[in-house]
Every structure is written in C-alpha cells, then in structure tokens.
C-alpha cells in the first residue's frame, strides 16, 4: 500500500492532535510522522490508521492507541543508542516509533502467526534491523541482557521478577499493571541490584500479558 500526499496529511494532523493532549517532545512527534501507519492495518480498515483510537489486527491482539504508544515512548525517555526490549511486537509500529528515535530494539512475540506476519511487514518497510523473537515474553531475552530499558505492551497482573532482572542499574521498565479491564502504567527505576523506584502515571487499557507460546494450528 503507498504512501501517499493524503496520508502524509492525516499523520500530520494525528501528531498536532497528540500534541494538543500533552505529547510535546518532537524527537516522539517527528517519528510518528515519519512512519506510514496505515502500512500496518488491513487495507479495507487504512483510514482508521490517523485516529487517536487502538484497532483490531487479529489473533485477538490490537494496534495501541497512538497516545498510548506516545505516552509509553515518552516515559522510556529513549536516547540515541539505548538498548531496549519491547514484549509484545504486535503490529510492529511501537518498535519502529523506537528504531527512529534511534534505539536498538529487540522484541518479543507469543502468536506464531502474527510473529511471521509482522516481521514479513518490517522487512518490507525497512525496518529489518528491528530483531524479533517468538519467545513466551514471561521469560526476556537474558542472553541479551542488561537492557537500557524494557517496555511492556500488554497489560500485566504483576511485575515479573524475570524482566526486572534485565534493566540495567540507572535503567527503566515500562508497564502496565492490573487484574482488571484498565491498568496502571509504571515506571520502574533500577537503583542497584535489589532496589527499584516505582512511579505510576494513571490508567489504561491493554490486551492481557498471556504465558506461553500460541502456535500455527
């Protein structure tokens, strides 16, 4: 699917809507406009891409909100060259939104058939410096680790030590966390090996932090 003048001007007047809501760093901002979000849905459901709303994109995942996808961006506060560990690939557009901010990312996902899907497309668009790995997200990547930074893209019951574990000292994990239908968003800090600073940024809505792998029938 192109990417066209018409597109370029309804993700134009997405980040001036993001703007309005608070989002007001322009590194975030610039790498929004700077990615063809209507690439990642259906081309039936395109002119949804530029609306301020989560989408469907099958196997019962979602394409965040793109305030939600700024507002975790900006709590991760990425610097050129960080490390960070995404867990839930999805769609694979929070990944990108972070590969232009310069990062090096690595991301994690559970649904086979997405997994496929989603690195076929960030191969297409570019993207292909982005690594994924279909891995139970419960479990990191400890192989890769520490990481500058971790975020969580699916809504948490709790905080699993096994991710707490790969921030760095002086790193940060993003997630959101709850057993109901909203969760909080945190920011945790590492301070030193065992002590972490626990920041809450009110609530939000995201598909459920799920164990295990969910493979091609």
């Known amino acids: 699917m192109a990417d066209l003048y ?8 997405l980040v001036d809507a993001l703007r309005k809501k608070g989002i007001d760093d322009e590194r975030i901002l610039d790498a929004i406009m700077a990615i063809p979000r209507h690439q990642f849905l259906d ?4 002119d949804w891409a530029y609306k301020d709303v989560p989408f469907p994109i099958g196997h019962e995942q979602t394409i965040s909100q793109p305030f939600t996808v700024a507002f975790q961006t900006k709590l991760l506060e990425v610097k050129p060259k960080d490390k960070i560990l995404e867990i839930g690939t999805g769609s694979g557009y929070q990944a990108c939104v972070l590969v232009e901010m310069g990062a090096k990312v690595y991301t994690i996902e559970r649904v086979e ?3 496929h899907k989603t690195n076929k497309l ?6 292909g410096m982005i690594r994924t ?3 139970d997200g419960f479990e990191g ?5 520490p990481f500058d930074k971790i975020l969580v893209t699916c809504g948490a019951t ?9 921030v760095r000292i002086g790193g940060y994990m993003v997630i959101p966390v709850g057993s109901g239908e909203a969760q909080e968003m945190i920011r945790l800090t590492r301070l030193s090996e065992t002590e972490f600073q ?8 995201f598909v459920p932090f799920l164990k295990g792998l969910e493979k091609l029938r």
């Open 6 to 13: 018409r597109h370029r001007g309804l993700r134009k007047g």
């Open 43 to 46: 081309k039936a459901f395109a």
């Open 113 to 115: 058939a997405l997994f």
């Open 122 to 127: 960030l191969q297409e668009l570019g993207y």
């Open 133 to 135: 790995f279909l891995k």
């Open 141 to 145: 990547l400890p192989r890769f680790a």
């Open 158 to 166: 709790d905080i699993p030590q096994t991710l707490k574990d790969q």
């Open 198 to 205: 626990k920041e809450t940024f009110g609530m939000f809505r």
